[in-house]
Every structure is written in structure tokens, then in C-alpha cells.
């Protein structure tokens, strides 16, 4: 029977990331006459229906990814400090449009790991899409990163007030996140059990949540190790922190202007 279950949870999401690639190939056929008529309330409308299709690949490769016992995962070694780093300079690219502040707190040392590159990056984002929905509009999210004996070490810390209906507010800290935030946290913790991480979440120090993040590093000689790869992109080309931040961006963030 569970693999029955399986075999159906596969079908769906390929129907799913198959009608995705219809709507994307559509879109893009069309963009171009759109972006021919002299009236620009039709960037707006095109604008909603990128973040739309942004907002289902994301929906897509989440649901994907999280009913898989065991990630495909592409293993190599690589700089997790610059990809914090480069995670930093993307959320600054859009920090206007979210109304917050981001606080990049990342070290220059390097910080050599075994990682999927792809599922690396994802994981940030998850933990950084949990911080914004906390801080909120006027809010501050922040990312440290540094190297501590044979671990690189990352904490996403807000400030903002931990506001849940009370069907959310019972149990641990762990568990009311977990019922509030149930997809995106398994996701998290998957992605983190893969690379070999620990993955906690605590209270800061005067107010907001921190999710605590810690990876064994790895070789430093440039040896790659490979696994088996997923067979998709799972980015579809498009930028990584406006797919897992779409639910949050404005719609504006998705004008052609602003995804050229």
C-alpha cells in the first residue's frame, strides 16, 4: 500500500511540474506581444502571472522533495561561508520590497563542506522565508555565519514577536513551529539530516526565534563526490531566492524589467 502511495505521489507531482512547464513555455511565448502594447497596466498583469507560476514551481519542488524518504542529493565540496555570502547579497537585492532589513553577518574565512550545492542554497532559504514571516514589515533578519573547530556554523535569527493562533500555541517551541509551518520545516530538516547537519530552533535573547544550523566540514583537497542526481532543474533557470521567497515578494519584484 505505501508504495502504492508512492507511486501516486510521484504521478502527481510529474503532472504537476508538467503543467508548471506548459504555463512557463506560454507565458514566455506571449510576453512579448504584452510587452508591445502601449498600456502598462498589462506589465502588472504579467507581472501577477510570473509570481504565479514562481509561486507553483516552488509549491511543486517542495512537495517533491519532502515525500522522498531519501533526497537525491549531488554531493560536492564547496564553500558554504560564500554561499551564505551570496544568499546575503540576493536578500539585499530585495530587502526594499519586503520592508525589512537584513543583517549579514557572514565571516571572509573559507568553510569547505560536503554539500549539495542546489539543496544547500534551499535550505538558507527556507530557514531565512521563516525568519521574514516573523520579523514582518519594519522587521530586521539576520544571518551569522562563522567556522567554529570543525563545524560551520549558521544561525538566521528575527526580531520580530512570536504571534500564532492559539491552536498553534501549546507544546515545545520545536512542536508550535512544526503545526505552523509544517512543509517547509520538514523540508528544512530533511535537507539538514542529508548533509549530515543539526537543525535547532531557539528563543533569542530579548525577543524573536533563531533557527540554529551546524555542518561537519569536509574534504579540502577539491575531490567532488557524486551521488545520484535529480533528473530536473530544480530552479527551472529562474532565480533561486525569488522561487522560495515568492510567497512573500510583491508582485512587482516579478516585472520583466526587474527579471531580465
Known amino acids: 500500500m505505501d508504495m502504492d502511495i508512492r507511486a501516486r505521489e510521484a504521478q502527481v507531482v510529474e ?8 504555463l512557463m513555455a506560454a507565458a514566455q511565448l506571449l510576453t512579448p506581444a504584452i510587452r ?18 514562481y509561486r507553483l ?10 515525500r522522498q524518504e531519501e533526497l537525491p542529493c549531488r554531493m560536492e565540496v564547496l564553500d558554504a561561508m560564500k554561499t551564505c555570502r551570496e544568499v546575503c547579497q540576493e536578500l539585499e537585492g530585495v530587502a526594499d520590497r519586503l520592508g525589512v532589513t537584513i543583517r549579514n553577518e557572514c565571516g571572509s574565512e573559507e568553510a569547505m563542506v560536503q554539500a549539495d550545492p542546489a539543496l544547500l542554497r534551499r535550505l538558507v532559504l527556507l530557514l531565512v522565508d521563516t525568519a521574514l514571516r ?10 551569522r555565519a562563522w567556522v567554529e573547530g570543525a563545524r560551520f556554523r549558521l544561525t538566521v535569527w528575527d526580531d520580530g514577536e512570536e504571534e500564532l493562533e492559539p491552536r498553534y ?38 525577543r524573536g526565534l533563531r ?17 545520484p542526481r535529480m533528473g530536473y532543474n530544480s530552479t ?23 527579471l531580465e
Open 134 to 143: 516573523r520579523a514582518g514589515k519594519g522587521g530586521t533578519v539576520g544571518l
Open 169 to 206: 500555541r501549546s507544546g515545545t517551541l520545536e512542536e508550535r513551529l512544526t503545526r505552523h509551518s509544517g512543509l517547509e520545516l520538514t523540508l528544512a530538516r530533511s535537507i539538514a539530516s542529508a548533509h549530515r547537519a543539526t537543525l535547532v530552533f531557539e528563543h533569542g535573547e530579548e
Open 15 to 22: 503532472q504537476l511540474r508538467e503543467q508548471v512547464g506548459n
Open 236 to 258: 527551472g533557470g529562474f532565480q533561486p531566492v525569488l522561487v522560495e521567497l515568492s510567497d512573500l515578494l510583491p508582485y512587482q519584484a516579478y516585472l520583466w524589467d526587474e
Open 36 to 53: 508591445e502594447q502601449e498600456e502598462r497596466k498589462y506589465d502588472q498583469y504579467l507581472a501577477i502571472l510570473n509570481q504565479g507560476l
Open 57 to 66: 514551481l516552488r509549491l511543486t519542488e517542495h512537495v517533491d522533495l519532502a
Open 211 to 227: 533557527a540554529v544550523l551546524s555542518l561537519p566540514l569536509g574534504q579540502t583537497d577539491g575531490t567532488k563526490l557524486h551521488t
